[in-house]
């Protein structure tokens, strides 16, 4: 092989701590990808400050050492033209449960890649001919299926020789998710790569030609209000399992419900209406609550040995959810 193709990727790795107050706030992102997102807001940003993103405060700190003990690993893989730190708010909830979170952005698959020294790849161009569209998105969705195995095996090294973090991994609990592409992603590993005990996807969308057999994994397929009638490869995914599998959707929600922007623009713009910005009639917060609680149960009970129970009996507190299961 040409040892010059490489491909690079950007990872955070996200892990318990014993104390909240030891290092450094971590910043909840970077001034380029801050950039980008205010360049795919869907209205002008011009009230909004070119710093609005440090007044955003995450949980998380730097340069502080994982609390003792074993974590359970999940990988996380954002949407297509989508960035982790958007997701912060689900990844957080998670590792503050007891597990570790390694969030992926995939260059020119993510919206923007920022690496350390500064430079950045934003997305590549998608062709307009139709086949050749086709086989784009299929190179785009193997290339970042590779990144997630590639990161679990890193993981799976460090676990073995890091000096910070080697013994903290339970690598024989290792969960996935994702949103939108992220979700074709998260199917697509749990499929193929045995490594992986679990999945949930985030309004995901799913690709047949990859999942020819069926997935033998627990999966959690949790979905936006329209997504349930009018999209053939939900079923077919839904057919195509053996182990416990659950679906659901959230009233009110849409797409791009699945992130934090909805409770950021509700703070940045307060005097628009969250619904205008196409996240839905569901108030963000309520949906960032409920998305969130479902996948810290889900990764409990599928990772931890948490009684089914508990995610079964989550439905009574949100009217919202319409959860419908099958038992492996």
Avoid at 71 to 77: T, Y
Avoid at 140 to 162: G, H, P, Q, W, Y
Avoid at 288 to 308: A, C, H, M, S
């Amino acid at each position: 092989t040409d040892l010059t193709d490489v491909r690079e990727m950007m990872v955070q790795l996200w892990y318990p701590i014993e104390t909240s107050n030891a290092g450094m706030r971590t910043e909840y992102m970077d001034y380029p990808t801050f950039q980008w997102l205010m360049d795919r807001s869907p209205i002008p940003w011009i009230t909004i400050p070119d710093t609005a993103y440090l007044f955003v405060r995450p949980h998380g700190r730097n340069e502080t050492s994982i609390a003792p003990g074993m974590f359970p690993v999940v990988v996380f893989s954002p949407g297509y033209d989508g960035v982790y730190q958007i997701y912060t708010s689900f990844i957080e909830d998670l590792v503050s449960h007891g597990f570790v979170v390694a969030s992926i952005n995939h260059p020119y698959v993510s919206g923007i890649t920022v690496f350390p020294d500064g430079r950045t790849v934003g997305l590549a161009e998608v062709p307009t001919d139709p086949v050749e569209r086709s086989a784009f998105f299929n190179m785009s969705l193997r290339s970042i299926a590779e990144d997630a195995k590639f990161v679990l095996d890193t993981v799976t090294d460090m676990n073995a020789t890091d000096p910070d973090f080697s013994g903290h991994f339970d690598l024989s609990e290792v969960g996935m998710y994702g949103h939108s592409f992220g979700g074709a992603n998260t199917a697509v590993c749990c499929y193929e790569d045995p490594r992986f005990d679990a999945g949930l996807t985030l309004d995901g969308v799913f690709y047949k030609q990859f999942i020819p057999g069926n997935i033998t994994v627990p999966l959690l397929l949790m979905f936006a209000e329209s997504r349930l009638s009018d999209d053939s490869t939900i079923m077919y995914l839904w057919n195509h399992t053996t182990n416990d599998t659950f679906k659901m959707n959230i009233s009110g929600s849409t797409h791009y419900a699945f992130t934090d922007v909805g409770v950021l623009l509700s703070h940045l713009v307060p005097l628009v209406p969250p619904r205008l910005l196409l996240f839905g009639s569901i108030a963000p917060k309520r949906m960032v609550n409920i998305t969130r609680t479902y996948v810290t149960v889900f990764f409990e009970v599928t990772l931890k040995g948490q009684p089914i129970e508990t995610l079964l009996n989550l439905s009574s507190q949100f009217d919202e959810v319409q959860f419908d299961y099958k038992l492996g």
